[in-house]
Each structure stands twice: as structure tokens, then as C-alpha cells.
């Protein structure tokens, strides 16, 4: 008997040898695959390897009798109904290391780029001129980066920041203070965090609490002049209120690689605003970051279909 495993995602190459070298495994990797397709493919498959686009809701795992595990190759699992898989009996298991300082070096690369106005410049000398003062930036060094979510991408950032000199506070009700500590950052409330930052990065999971936390309220809160940086999750922002943040400016930049919808639809507030900068959710797309989190997730699979070993499990 072979396990057939499902790669219907652009998961790095790393993670189908893996699972071609395992005997009693079978790999199908057609890559991406439209939603029907992807409807017809699950019925066969007994595990699933994905990243953030694929949807695992009720639907798809209803046509999926023979599935037992998911693999996220990433760490957000979000994009599962994680209440419909524990119902049916199919682990959930995510690879959340493996893409942190990829994350962390693209967060600091947005917090450059907003300081520098460096997308902003190349593309005036693009189109012919040669705009030094409009360009005008600030440093980092001596400003404060507020970080909400201080996990493994909040505190690999926390370092990169002390490097450049800024003065780092977070908030976290789930870290050990200890943690905190060792790193010598502060933690502090919510909006103790809104109220000092001049620049703030989000590094938080999508729940009833987070979802939408800068929203018109919470920005009221905010300094002058903040600059909002999310490569976390698209929710975590309702964009409408910081369109009209941005307008007004009393935020003066944001830098999003995340979008509540993925793609954003053309009519989002939020693109092709001139104090945006974006990226389509490119974070975590390092190769070193892909081969890692493809090789950690085919592991997994393989560890739980030939030997019934669940690591990492994600529970709703
Ligand atoms: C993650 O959750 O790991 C990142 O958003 C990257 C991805 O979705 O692939």
C-alpha cells in the first residue's frame, strides 16, 4: 500500500524528493491548481502539502475521504478551517521556523524602504527626473519600533532593530516575560505600544481580538507622523481607516505585504495610495526560507503516514 501525498501549491522542489525518497509514498505535485481541479484532486489524496494559496475550508475536506494530515509549509493556518479537519480527523501541522528570518529581513526591508522613500525614488528616476529633496527621509536610529507579537518574527526583527541603534518596545500577552527580558525589550500594553511607536511592525495571528486593531480608534491613539509596517496578516488592518489615516496624515507611510483578500481586488483603499508602499505577500519567499519550510513539511507528512508521529499539530 502507498500513500498518495498532495503538493497543489508552488512548494519548493526539496519537498517532493523528500517524499519521492520515502518508500511507501507516493507524490503528486501537479503545482498550483485551480479551485475545481483542486476539488477533483483532494479525493484520492491521504495528506496535503500547502502554503497560503490554498484554502483548506469545509468544503475541500468534505471531498477528501482519505486525507489524515496537512502540512502548512509556512506558519499561518489561517487558510484552513482547522474546526472542519479536527471533525474529520485530519491533523494539522504547520513548520513554523523555518521561515523566520526571511520574514523578519523583508520586514526591515519594508521599514527601509517607508524611511527612505527608496520604491518612491527609483521610480522618478524611472520616469526622468532627478527629485533629491522630495525624497527627503529620516533615520532609524533613535526611533522607536513598536512591535506587536513578539514570537519568533518579532523578536528576530527586535534584534535587527537594536542593531540599527532604535529603541525597541513590544506587546505579547502570550510571551514569557522572561523572554522579553533576556532581549531587553519592554512589554507593554497595546496601546501604551500605539502611543510610543514611530514606526510600528504587526507580527500578530488573526482572532477575534486581533482582527482589525488598527482601525480609526486605535490609530487616534498613535503618534503623529507613525509609519505602520504589516507582512503578518491582511486582517490585522482595516484598511478603509488607514486610508483615511494616510489622507489626513496623521500616518505618515504604511508598508503592507499582506491583504485581507489575496490578490486585492483593484478597488482596495489601500493601492496605489502614494504613501503605500506593497508587496504581493513575498515575506517568507527567500529560497533559503522555501526549501526549508517544503523539506520541514514533507518530514512531517512522512512522519505521521509511515510512522504516526504528529509534531507542530495546530488545533483551533
Ligand atoms: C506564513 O504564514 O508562513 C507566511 O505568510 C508565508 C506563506 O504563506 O507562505
Known amino acids: 500500500m502507498s500513500f498518495q501525498v498532495l503538493v497543489p501549491d508552488a512548494v519548493h522542489q526539496s519537498a517532493i524528493d523528500i517524499l519521492e525518497a520515502s518508500a511507501g509514498i507516493c507524490a503528486a505535485a501537479p503545482g498550483k491548481l485551480e479551485r475545481a481541479a483542486l476539488l477533483a484532486a483532494v ?43 479536527s471533525q474529520r480527523g485530519i491533523v494539522v501541522m504547520n513548520t513554523p521556523g523555518g521561515n ?23 521610480q522618478s528616476l524611472l520616469e526622468g527626473r ?78 477575534a481580538e486581533t482582527r482589525h486593531m488598527i482601525r480609526a480608534e486605535s490609530i487616534a491613539l498613535m503618534k503623529d507622523g507613525i509609519r505602520i509596517i504589516n507582512a503578518a496578516r491582511g486582517a490585522l488592518i482595516h484598511a478603509a481607516d488607514l486610508a483615511a489615516a494616510l489622507d489626513s496624515g496623521k500616518v505618515a507611510g504604511a508598508a503592507l ?31 533559503d526560507a522555501q526549501v526549508t519550510v517544503a523539506a520541514e513539511a514533507a518530514r512531517l507528512v512522512v512522519d505521521f503516514l509511515l510512522h504516526g508521529r504528529a ?3 495546530c488545533t483551533a
Open 257 to 287: 505585504d499582506v491583504y485581507e483578500q489575496e490578490p486585492p481586488p483593484a478597488a482596495h483603499p489601500l493601492l496605489g495610495h502614494k504613501r503605500v508602499l506593497h508587496t504581493p505577500h513575498l515575506a517568507a519567499s527567500t529560497t
Open 43 to 85: 479525493a484520492d489524496a491521504d495528506a496535503l502539502i500547502i502554503r497560503s494559496g490554498v484554502t483548506a475550508d469545509a468544503e475541500l475536506l468534505a471531498r477528501a475521504p482519505r486525507l489524515k494530515a496537512i502540512a502548512r509549509a509556512g506558519v499561518g493556518v489561517d487558510n484552513i478551517d482547522l474546526d472542519a479537519a
Open 311 to 313: 509534531a507542530n499539530v
Open 100 to 122: 523566520t528570518i526571511a520574514t523578519a529581513e523583508h520586514t526591515f526591508g519594508l521599514m527601509l524602504a517607508l524611511a527612505r522613500h527608496i520604491p518612491q525614488g527609483h
Open 130 to 207: 532627478w527629485e533629491r529633496k522630495a525624497f527627503t527621509g529620516l533615520e532609524l536610529k533613535g526611533k522607536t519600533l513598536g512591535i506587536i507579537g513578539l514570537g519568533r518574527i518579532g523578536q528576530a526583527i527586535a534584534r535587527r532593530a537594536k542593531a540599527f541603534e532604535m529603541t525597541v518596545i513590544a506587546h505579547d500577552p502570550y510571551l514569557p516575560p522572561a523572554i522579553a527580558a533576556a532581549l531587553q525589550v519592554p512589554l507593554l500594553t497595546q496601546n501604551e505600544v500605539f502611543a510610543r511607536a514611530d514606526f510600528l511592525t504587526l507580527h500578530a495571528m488573526v482572532s
